[in-house]
């Protein structure tokens, strides 16, 4: 099978940008912001951005592009004859199905809302009837499953095209009307009459609130908002040449992905201190506490149908860049041709995303966990604090370690090409230091994770100390 390629570097950087930017930018990280203080969240986040995303995504692109294969065979290109690493790759497989069964779900709701602001649904109507929408949704399976399936039917639609025709060209377009849109929502936030008092909260860091909490909080959302692990970036380094080195290139799609996350706070938080909506909501932060305050608007009908189109396209970007990725895979495991492969695999993720629609309403007597837990609670816990840490850290000790491609091969591909360069004296920081980090990632996801109501691990070791 002939190996495809993008069409141009802006296709990669958008593509591979808008595989890192989805709702953990535009959803989860304003509403841990807000529940960490503010702007000294923010300067912790940055600061392991740089120095924990970075280097884990310039690896996953040098694994892609040196194999020039998918996650499930790239393994078997690299490695030396009797190794087991490329278990892994099938993993990567199974993670991304599983991300998929609950990111079509939550890119559902997104559509959902955009249409019911279009329509007026949304507007003129009390806040407490705002609020009771979110509810009424998350109730009716037609509307879950429904939506979901949209979801599903496009991001497969738009790969029957082709990398180049569908995947590349839509992705360019749609990521580049969401950051237009970002753009002319924040500006609209700046004179809202709240905007000094939020944009303060936001931005300017308070080292008092500094802590713990806030530490972990920062490490956590920083790795895992790139989605890094499960090969998502190493698909798209596998459709590149080797023009431009990979550490330039990591650090375009790391400020892109920055700038999406940093500018939804901006659209956010001046409408939360205008409209009296607690900038500490949590996690309904962005369904809730938005539909208020863009009821509460002048205009809000229009304003509250272009924020969640740009949540939307965030979230499609995702969509298609996983759904990219599963499909290369599968391709490569079975030679299918592609209509072919796109028909089986969105039947497939189609059915295998019934589950989490339903984890809310049919099947709401499930709670894997604390009392209120769902399905998507299982299904987001088993990707984000276990394939996630424990994928990324077999790409890190597989690139660094002698038993597996090796430091030196791995900076040779790195650094083929124009750009910045990685240096030999990183070597100690990425053969120790960094893998340490993602195990203590990993082990504190997993210490602190509600696991029953008022259970965590690390309140049981606690009680017993």
Request: charged share 10%; net charge positive; aromatic share 14%.
């Amino acid at each position: 099978m002939e190996r495809e390629r993008l069409g141009s570097r802006l296709g990669f950087i958008l593509l591979s940008a808008g595989c890192a930017i989805g709702v953990g930018n535009v959803w989860k990280f304003p509403w841990m912001a807000g529940q960490y203080g503010g702007g000294a969240f923010v300067l912790i986040y940055l600061i392991f951005l740089l120095i924990l995303g970075l280097p884990v995504m310039v690896m996953e692109f040098s694994l892609g592009r040196a194999s020039q294969a998918s996650p499930v065979k790239l393994y078997q290109k690299l490695e030396k004859p009797s190794q087991k690493w490329h278990i892994h790759g099938y993993a990567t497989l199974v993670a991304n199905v599983l991300l998929m069964m609950f990111y079509t779900s939550v890119s559902g709701w997104i559509l959902y809302y955009f249409i019911s602001f279009l329509s007026g649904k949304m507007t003129g109507i009390s806040n407490e009837a705002s609020a009771q929408l979110f509810d009424t949704m998350l109730a009716d399976p037609a509307v879950m499953v429904g939506f979901m399936a949209i979801v599903v039917v496009m991001g497969f639609l738009i790969l029957s095209f082709g990398l180049q025709n569908g995947v590349e060209r839509v992705t360019k377009y749609m990521m580049l009307l969401l950051l237009g849109l970002m753009i002319v929502l924040a500006i609209n936030s700046f004179t809202l009459e709240g905007a000094k008092e939020g944009l303060t909260f936001y931005l300017k860091p308070d080292l008092s609130k500094i802590n713990g909490s806030v530490i972990v909080g920062a490490m956590n959302q920083s790795f895992f908002t790139l989605s890094l692990g499960i090969g998502s970036m190493a698909i798209f380094g596998s459709y590149i040449g080797k023009e431009r080195s990979l550490v330039g290139e990591s650090l375009n799609i790391l400020i892109l992905d920055t700038f999406v996350a940093i500018t939804a706070g901006l659209i956010i938080f001046p409408a939360c201190f205008t409209f009296d909506v607690e900038p500490t909501s949590g996690p309904k932060l962005l369904f809730v506490a938005m539909a208020k305050v863009f009821n509460n608007m002048a205009g809000g009908r229009w304003w509250g149908a272009l924020f969640f189109l740009f949540m939307f396209f965030a979230a499609m970007s995702t969509v298609i860049a996983v759904f990219q990725n599963i499909l290369a895979c599968v391709r490569e495991l079975t030679g299918w041709g592609r209509i072919k492969a796109c028909l089986i695999c969105g039947a497939c993720i189609l059915v295998l995303s019934v589950p989490c629609a339903l984890g809310y309403n049919l099947w709401s007597s499930f709670t894997p966990f604390a009392s209120k837990s769902t399905i998507l609670d299982l299904e987001d816990f088993l990707v984000t604090n276990c394939f996630l840490p424990l994928g990324a850290l077999c790409y890190v000790l597989f690139c660094v370690s002698r038993k597996g491609w090796g430091f030196d091969n791995m900076l040779d591909e790195a650094n083929a090409g124009k750009g910045l360069k990685l240096k030999k004296w990183m070597k100690p920081y990425m053969t120790w230091v960094l893998p340490a980090v993602i195990v203590v990632i990993f082990f504190i996801g997993i210490f602190t994770y509600p696991f029953a109501d008022n259970f965590t691990i690390w309140g049981w070791i606690k009680s017993m100390i």
